[in-house]
Structure formats: structure tokens, C-alpha cells
């Protein structure tokens, strides 16, 4: 079953793709994002893999904008799923990666972006990473994912909502520029920053150790940035996943989500980011959504966003001039 189903009481679409639970058992020791293995090139630094359990797909039937769902709406989940192997080495967790190779990371990620640009299907493109055997990943080697979904989801649609209504209150100022310009100027929450980037960790973080990278510029995609500010930004995503791995000691499980403004609607406001979400609220406890954040949407958080910042700014690397 590959489909979208309406939440007509959240009002959002939940996507089934049910043969995922039907994955074959790898045989020990083989992988298949190896070199050799058949299914990826000989060679190769950086390698788009197309997943073959997509939760979207090309060839899935095409998604239809509803007007009024009602109560039990379907839709097609026409889109892509890919999978973007990080090295060909299966053992190099991706904190580890080098700013050389994140950057050629960042080019796939956004020479795909490019090409989904061009189809006016496609609503949105997410690249994210999930790391760690806390965040569910079975897979060792490192790779990240990109899924290009032909509709927004509620938290894109939340923050075009919050920077519209920020605009028209504030004489068609960017939310997150105003945002970055205030917690630059306060200082006690920066945790990193070179000339094209800061990473900070938010006012009310929601999740322990959350940070955030925005862009000094007000740029909307990865396809708006220079190719200095592309280096810019490996250089960043390669400081803080250092500086997770120090702050405890250990490679931190962890959410890495790199947000683009919607591919089609021009107009919406937005400004691109990277948000980290860990998961690890100690060095020996996890942090589980429990019912207080899933049921009713309310994050309890134990930890002052002030005092993370401090621990994340003497985590290892120090500075953003030696990563
Ligand atoms: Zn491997
Ligand atoms: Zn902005």
C-alpha cells in the first residue's frame, strides 16, 4: 500500500507505504552502498542512491490538491525518495566526514534540488539525516536521505505562517534575519559562526542541545547560495557534528534537518536553515517524545538554552577557523 491518507482532525496527510515492514534480511557483513557490492559504482566520493522502499516515488500515482478533504481524503504519493551515500567508506560515521567532503554532500543535495525545481509537481524538497541507532537507523554506513513531497507538511506551513505574519507586522522584515541579527548582537546563545553562517542554539529550544544554522544572507534555498558561502557551509555542518561528538564524549545520535523554502510558491517568505535535533538529553539518557509532547504538542525542556550554548561553544572544535 502506497498512499496518503488525511488526518481530518490534525489536518494533514500521513503516508502509508506499508511493504516497508517486508525489507529483506541483508546477508552479515554485506552492504549494499559498499563498493563491490553491485548495486553502487566501483568508485565514488559522494553517490545519489535512489531508496528502494520509497515512502514516495515516481511512479506512484499523482498527488491532486483537495479542496475540502472531508473525513476520509486519499492522495497519490508522487515524488522521490533518495538516498545520498556520504563516502564509500562503511565504518566513517558522518561527524567525521571532512569539510571537502561535505561539500561535495551539499552539491548533490543541491543539484537535486535543481532538478525537482523544475517540476512544478514537486512542492518541497527535505534533506535531512537521521544518525544513530537512538533515531532508528540500522544502516552504519553513512548516508543522509532527500525526499521531495508534493505538498508542504504542517511545520513548513506553521513557519511561512509565522515569517508572513512577522513581515506584515514589521514593515516586510525576514523573521529569521531579525532573529539571527538579535541573537549575533546578545551573543550568549552563539554557538558557531564563519562569514556566511551562525549556529545558535534557539531562545525556547524544544529538544536537549537543539542548534539551528541560519545564513547571514537572506537566501531561500541552497540554490540561491555562492559557491564561497556552499564552502561556508560545509565548513559549519563539519564544526558542530564535531562539537556533538565532544560534548559528551560520544558520536550523538541526532536529527539534521536542511530546510528549503517551498520549490513553487515564490512568494512564500522563508529563509534557508539547518536545524539539529539530538536526542541524547544526557550522556546516559535518551530523550523520549512522551505523551506531553505527542499527544498535546507541549515540550518539557530540562536544560537552559544559555548553559547548552556554553557546553556546545567549548566542545571541540573551538573555533570555526580550525575544523
Ligand atoms: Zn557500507
Ligand atoms: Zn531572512
Known amino acids: 500500500m502506497h498512499q496518503l491518507r488525511w488526518h ?45 522502499f520509497p515512502g514516495f516515488g515516481p511512479n506512484a500515482d499523482p498527488f491532486t490538491p483537495i479542496e475540502a478533504p472531508g473525513l476520509f481524503a486519499e492522495n497519490g504519493p508522487r515524488g522521490a525518495c533518495d538516498v545520498v551515500l556520504y563516502s564509500p567508506e562503511h565504518t566513517l560515521p ?17 543539484r537535486r534540488t535543481g532538478e525537482h525545481a523544475a517540476n512544478p509537481a514537486i512542492a518541497l524538497v ?27 507538511g504542517p511545520t513548513v506551513e ?40 551562525a549556529a545558535f542554539v534557539p531562545f525556547a529550544a524544544r529538544f536537549p542541545a537543539e542548534t539551528v544554522i541560519y545564513a547571514r544572507r537572506h537566501v531561500r534555498t541552497l540554490l540561491d547560495l555562492t559557491n564561497e558561502e556552499l564552502d561556508s557551509l560545509a565548513q559549519i555542518i563539519s564544526i558542530m557534528r564535531r562539537k556533538y561528538d565532544g560534548l559528551y564524549g560520544f558520536l550523538l545520535p541526532l536529527m539534521m534537518a ?3 523554502a517551498p520549490l513553487q510558491q515564490k512568494e512564500a517568505p522563508y529563509h534557508f536553515h539547518i536545524q539539529f535535533l539530538p536526542l541524547q538529553r544526557s550522556a546516559t539518557k535518551l530523550k523520549y517524545l512522551a505523551t506531553m509532547e505527542t499527544g498535546y504538542g507541549v515540550f518539557l525542556a530540562d536544560t537552559a538554552p544559555e548553559e547548552m550554548a556554553e557546553h556546545l561553544r567549548n566542545s571541540e572544535p573551538k573555533t570555526a577557523q580550525a575544523p
Open 258 to 260: 536542511v530546510k528549503q
Open 8 to 52: 481530518a482532525v490534525l489536518q494533514q496527510w500521513i503516508v502509508f507505504s506499508t511493504d516497508r515492514q517486508n525489507r529483506p534480511q541483508m546477508p552479515a557483513n554485506w552492504c549494499p552502498f559498499d563498493p563491490g557490492s553491485g548495486k553502487v559504482p566501483d568508485q565514488y566520493d559522494v553517490f545519489l542512491y535512489p531508496n528502494d
Open 126 to 152: 527535505d534533506v535531512f539525516e537521521n544518525s544513530g541507532e537512538a533515531v532508528g537507523v540500522t544502516m552504519p554506513h553513512p548516508h543522509g536521505q532527500i525526499y521531495a513531497t508534493p505538498f508542504l
Open 94 to 110: 558522518p561527524s567525521k566526514l571532512t569539510v571537502e567532503n561535505w561539500r561535495k554532500v551539499i552539491d548533490v543535495w543541491t
Open 158 to 197: 506553521k513557519e511561512i505562517e509565522s515569517t508572513s505574519q512577522y513581515s506584515r507586522t514589521h514593515n516586510g522584515a525576514c523573521l529569521f534575519c531579525d532573529l539571527l541579527t538579535e541573537e549575533l548582537k546578545r551573543e550568549e546563545r552563539i554557538v558557531a559562526s564563519n562569514e556566511h553562517f
